[in-house]
């Protein structure tokens, strides 16, 4: 049905309509700028409900100016009429739409193939705005005062709401009567497993109240698939304000401007287009007040997330993951829900490697081997060509101290951590279907729109529903692949070649110290091998920092070229380009000293050589003490460096758009809550949390891939994660604006890589233990000489051969396992044929173990099936019983019901295409 007074808009009405028909203070004088047409009567609603209930009043109110009254609403989130704020949409008007006059002229005309862009967009909105109305969305605009920035505040009523949810089949909480069930139904496996969860320990042990976050969790409730003809069987039915939630409506609304044409054609629909377009600037929903308000009562739920969560000195407390995710939505709460499980997670291998290191502490003075080489006067053969022989006690403390980290408890830690990796990932599985229970996600596959940046080069039928679609060839897909694929070779190639500068740094600087004193004794020589590993690692950092950040904005670019139809294959093909660039990046260097250096260096007299200098080779004191200094270097270096700009960045933005807010005409505290957030706040990235997913799954690995040389990587994790969780916390409280909410059932392609990861770092930490320890070659010595390391220093440290002939590489030692005639003798094969016997055992055990824990515990634990099934049933018990539709006493045929309401929808479809502006929306080209 449609207003009769509106019927059709002239143009000189949309021309008024694209900023304000009058200028009044008072929103009750004149109520609306330009009256739009009425669209159909909602299903479930009468004509005469929805004019009482004032869901009617389908129009567009345009307020320029200000008032008291206008303006003590806005503080409250409220439209001119008392209507809650949904949505904010911001649209920055070109300086060529300063002249009003002349616009409104421009609009007035018919729309022309070569209109300015500005002009187009301006249409865009037009239309855009009058579908959002016609659909029964209440539009408010309000043009700020230095004329260059309109706001869209608008408001989905009750029905409209409903509308969307069963579109979206949104799942939502059952009666009362459904749920009386829910706490009795537990088997005695689930109260006993209850017992250790979190609510059951801190009912017996109150003191541990003070690690509770204070705020209460939503109550468990069964759910089904809404229903607008069953609505009397969802809670709340009967009230507007609780029937959905904040996140739910936010998620509703958005949904609704993603599926709203702004033009004729069927593939110009959506706010992202219009984002991507420059129509709009920028579309968020509103926080609910402020973040840190003064008074302590109705705290908005912001206030409560940032009190409770958002500050560091409540790292102690649990997170309030129910109230994270009816505030920012599922998507965002399932990162953190992660994300703390993760950081629980390390706490037992951080204890366990804490107990290693200082075991190793405690011992590292009393190993025979290390007191024979403090002990023994072996004279060494030169380091380089140019350089002079030293004595081998010089590195007796860096000698000494390699036990810490390559000692018996090394082999017992690799394996823990081995298995430690694959409980965490099956009990994430279970922890992921119970939030996907509880929180209604279970079945959750929501239909993609196209990405707005799509191009499509050619139409084509659906290959399923036959209908016709744009598409891009294959052939030009996989042209684009190419391209992409050598551009990633070609960055990877380059990091190869920055690990290769970075070793013939490293050479370059020992021998340059080894040069720079002819005291065999001095300090310089001493310390010459620790000082490059050191400086070389610190310049690794700095060049895994950059080429990180080169590459992070090549792989958008790259990413973008590929042009992918939907959002989900646009990100995972990002994602896999970033991580494989990273994992060579941060860990090539890590892979070429654990597995490659000082493995073929040959021997006095017989020396190979790397770019004119000699091979690089592994200190007297193993490889394995080089690569916990340059893990340790590049992991925690790398995690400062990262939290430092997570915090100081968003400080500096925030602080430079409030300056320029300040200087603005209006005053920051005369700003309204739109115009502050939009001003003073920063937009929630585009990928989410897509880098602080990335960021953490590097750091899984550097605690996962090499931890057999690094006992102390999971606690320094576990510092790093628990100041993340609320760094993260914090932007999102108070430097962004509120990000729209998202569904999500899982943390999507990042579990295939973790899983990718536990994976390898079973084999990596087993080629650790094996190739760069030197635990194995202690255990074969001193099974060949009854269980003592006498001896040990003198035979892994040969004279120089007797053929030897320079007089610089005679009559030394030299670091290897070969014998005395420089020949690898049987001493080298026992000790290789050990560790290749240690890395088949180690490997073969842990991967049976770990298959052996996936056996043993599901994916989805036996109490979330059971509950599944039960509320499967509920639900069809409860919204699929038979109706008696028409009134007539008897119970309606399900099927023959189904047919009726989908004719009505049709009926009710064909009656909402517009009509009412006429040629002023005619179909402008989507300049995506």
């Known amino acids: 049905m449609e207003d009769s007074s509106a019927t059709n808009a002239t143009a000189s009405d949309a021309a008024k309509y694209l900023y304000s028909a009058d200028e009044y203070d008072d929103p009750q004088s004149d109520p609306a700028a330009v009256s739009l047409p009425m669209g159909p009567v909602p299903v479930g609603f009468s004509e005469n409900e929805v004019v009482a209930t004032g869901e009617g009043a389908r129009r567009s109110t345009v307020l320029y100016g200000s008032s008291a009254r206008k303006r003590e609403l806005g503080k409250q989130l409220l439209m001119s009429n008392g209507k809650r704020i949904d949505y904010v949409l911001v649209a920055e008007l070109p300086a060529e739409e300063s002249d009003r006059a002349l616009m409104e002229e421009k609009i007035k005309k ?174 968020f929903p509103l926080h609910d007040g402020e973040y840190n308000p003064d008074a302590n009562i109705n705290l908005g739920k912001r206030a409560q997330l940032y009190r409770s969560w958002g500050r560091f000195w409540v790292f102690f407390k649990s997170q309030p993951h129910d109230l994270i995710r009816g505030y920012f939505g599922e998507k965002v709460a399932i990162y953190f829900v992660w994300l703390g499980f993760y950081t629980m997670a390390l706490i037992f291998p951080s204890f366990i490697g804490l107990l290693i290191f200082i075991y190793g502490l405690g011992t590292f003075e009393d190993q025979p081997d290390a007191k024979q080489l403090c002990e023994s006067n072996l004279t060494m053969c030169p380091l380089c060509d140019s350089c002079e022989k030293w004595n081998l006690s010089a590195s007796c403390t860096a000698y000494k101290f390699s036990w810490v980290f390559d000692n018996g408890g090394t082999i017992a830690f690799a394996f823990i951590m081995s298995l430690w990796a694959s409980v965490f990932l099956d009990m994430w599985k279970r922890r992921n279907a119970e939030l996907a229970f509880d929180w209604d996600v279970r079945d959750f596959a929501e239909e993609e729109p196209d990405r707005p940046q799509f191009k499509s080069k050619e139409i084509r039928p659906n290959p399923i529903t036959g209908l016709p679609e744009k598409y891009y060839p ?31 740094y490293r050479l370059a600087v020992r021998v340059a110290l080894f040069k720079s004193s002819d005291d065999p004794e001095s300090t310089a020589r001493k310390s010459a091998g620790i000082v490059s590993a050191i400086t070389a690692s610190i310049l690794n950092l700095i060049m895994i920092l950059l080429l990180n950040r080169i590459y992070g904005s090549l792989a958008v670019r790259l990413t973008d070229y590929e042009n992918h139809r939907k959002e989900s294959a646009y990100e995972s093909h990002l994602a896999f380009k970033i991580f494989l660039f990273q994992f060579v990046n941060s860990y090539s260097s890590l892979f070429y000293i654990a597995f490659f250096k000082g493995q073929n260096t040959g021997r006095p007299g017989d020396y190979n050589t ?67 957030e939009f001003l003073e706040l920063q937009p929630y990235p585009v990928l989410g949390m897509f880098h602080e997913y990335l960021e953490m799954i590097i750091q899984y690995g550097f605690i996962t891939l090499f931890v057999a040389s690094f006992s102390l990587g999971p606690l320094f994790a576990l510092g790093n994660n628990i100041l993340e969780i609320r ?170 019901l189904k047919r009726q309401q989908q004719k009505e929808l049709q009926q009710l479809h064909s009656r909402i295409e517009p009509q009412s502006f006429g040629s002023l929306m005619t179909s402008t080209e989507d300049d995506s």
């Not at 897909?477 to 920055?498: D, P, W």
């Not at 240690?838 to 073969?844: A, C, D, P, R």
Request: hydrophobic share 40%; glycine share 6%; charged share 25%.
């Open 610 to 676: 790397f770019f004119g200098f000699r091979q690089d080779e592994c200190p007297e004191y193993g490889c394995l003490l080089e690569l916990t200094i340059q893990l340790s270097i590049i992991m925690v270096g790398k995690q400062t460096i990262n939290n430092i700009q997570e915090v100081v960045i968003p400080l500096v933005k925030g602080w430079m758009a409030k300056r320029k807010a300040a200087k603005g005409e209006v005053k920051s505290e005369m700003l309204m809550p739109w115009e502050e």
């Open 474 to 504: 294959a052939r030009l897909r996989y042209a684009k692949y190419f391209t992409t694929v050598a551009t990633v070779v070609f960055m990877l190639g380059l990091v190869i070649m920055v690990v290769i500068s970075i070793i013939l």
């Open 110 to 283: 018919p729309a022309e193939a070569e209109e300015e862009k500005f002009v187009k967009n301006a249409r865009k909105r037009i239309y855009f705005e009058a579908e959002l109305i016609k659909h029964g969305v209440l539009v408010e605009k309000e043009l700020a005062r230095d004329n260059k920035t309109l706001y869209y505040k608008l408001h989905a009523p009750f029905y409209v709401l409903q509308e969307e949810a069963e579109t979206v089949k949104m799942r939502l909480a059952l009666n009362e009567a459904e749920n009386k069930e829910r706490k009795e139904m537990m088997s005695i496996s689930d109260k006993f497993q209850s017992f250790f969860k979190w609510d059951g320990i801190r009912e017996r042990f109150k003191w541990l109240n003070i690690f509770d976050s204070g705020i209460e969790p939503d109550p468990d409730f069964f759910s089904g698939v809404f229903r607008r003809d069953r609505k009397e069987e969802f809670q709340h039915y009967n009230d507007e304000e609780k029937f959905f939630n904040d996140s739910q409506r936010a998620l509703l609304v958005f949904h609704l401007l993603n599926s709203m044409k702004y033009a004729k054609k069927d593939d110009q629909i959506g706010i992202k287009k219009l984002l991507n377009n420059k129509s709009f600037t920028d579309c």
């Open 727 to 896: 760094v993260d916390a914090d932007k999102l409280c108070t430097v962004y604006r509120r990000p729209p909410p998202a569904r999500a059932a899982n943390i999507g392609v990042w579990q295939s890589i973790l899983e990718f990861v536990s994976f390898f770092s079973v084999i990596t930490n087993g080629l650790v233990i094996a190739v760069s320890s030197s635990y194995i070659t202690k255990l074969v010595y001193a099974d060949l000489h009854g269980g003592s390391l006498d001896g040990y220093i003198s035979a892994t440290h040969p004279l120089s051969p007797p053929s030897v002939t320079d007089p610089n590489q005679s009559d030394c030692h030299y670091t290897s396992l070969r014998d005395a005639q420089g020949e690898k003798g049987l001493f080298f094969y026992e000790v290789w044929a050990a560790r290749l016997g240690f890395l088949i055992v180690f490997e073969h055990v842990v991967f049976l173990t770990k298959a052996l824990v996936q056996y043993i515990i599901p994916d989805v634990p036996h109490a979330i099936e059971l509950k599944v099934k039960r509320e499967a049933y509920l639900a069809r018990s409860a919204l699929e019983g038979t109706l008696d539709a028409d009134g007539d006493g008897e119970l309606d045929d399900k099927q023959g």
